[in-house]
């Protein structure tokens, strides 16, 4: 398949970007009810507020509910708003071309293409029902951050990471590099906690902290 890519410009707002939690549109009226207790409060609000994200009711957010592969592609692809806009092709990409197990008539396969084709590495043997755990997620969201940003490589002192001996290797630098733009935390223990299912509350902080840095990065080139 031959394509050619043009030069993407960087993202300058987060009202540009719009994204669903995953699988099909739901409400996104009023205050969620089942958020207070939850670390990101303000964070999921404000993404609401701005009709980034969606819940699955007018007041439920479901903040403890687990993120498949599916949702959390859809997630990323969504919210950074990656298309093939900028990529010829002899004929229309298919999913299934790409990723063993993923159909194309699946709701999730057009986020899917969307993601490979703008350097998102996704493994094609992913499973979409499988939960998406915090090191995978974090992998994805942050090559989709510095591919719309346009950000450059950059050389940092690697964090001290209690658990970095469950780290999957290949994700040992984009996880040092989410906690060096202030996507990422450790947690009192300074553990990561890589392997952990992510969950719709932790989604939504990471990605909230993502658009902020993004936009920290415009506003820096723009002079303001």
Not at 23 to 50: N, R, Y
Not at 65 to 77: E, H, K, M
Not at 130 to 146: D, H, R
Not at 188 to 211: C, D, H, I, Q
Request: aromatic share 8%; charged share 20%.
């Amino acid at each position: 398949m031959n394509m050619k890519k043009s030069a993407f410009a960087a993202i300058t707002t987060v009202s540009l970007l719009s994204f669903s939690l995953g699988g099909p549109a739901f409400a996104a009226g009023s205050t969620f009810k089942d958020i207070d207790k939850v670390e990101g409060k303000d964070k999921i609000i404000s993404l609401k507020e701005q009709g980034l994200i969606k819940g699955i009711s007018d007041t439920q957010f479901l903040p403890g509910s687990i993120v498949s592969n599916a949702q959390g592609v859809q997630f990323i692809s969504g919210g950074l708003q990656l298309s093939l806009a900028a990529i010829d092709f002899n004929k229309a990409p298919l999913a299934s071309e790409i990723f063993s197990k993923v159909k194309d008539t699946a709701w999730y396969a057009e986020a899917f293409v969307n993601a490979h084709y703008n350097d998102v590495e996704i493994p094609a043997s992913i499973d979409p029902a499988k939960p998406m755990t915090k090191e995978l997620f974090t992998s994805l969201l942050i090559q989709g951050v510095e591919k719309v940003g346009n950000l450059p490589m950059i050389n940092i002192v690697p964090a001290d990471i209690a658990d970095e001996d469950t780290i999957n290797p290949s994700y040992q630098g984009t996880i040092q590099r989410s906690l060096k733009y202030g996507i990422n935390t450790l947690d009192k223990n300074g553990k990561f906690n890589p392997k952990s299912e992510l969950t719709r509350a932790e989604a939504a902080v990471m990605l909230y902290n993502a658009l902020e840095y993004l936009n920290s990065k415009a506003n820096t080139a723009a002079g303001i």
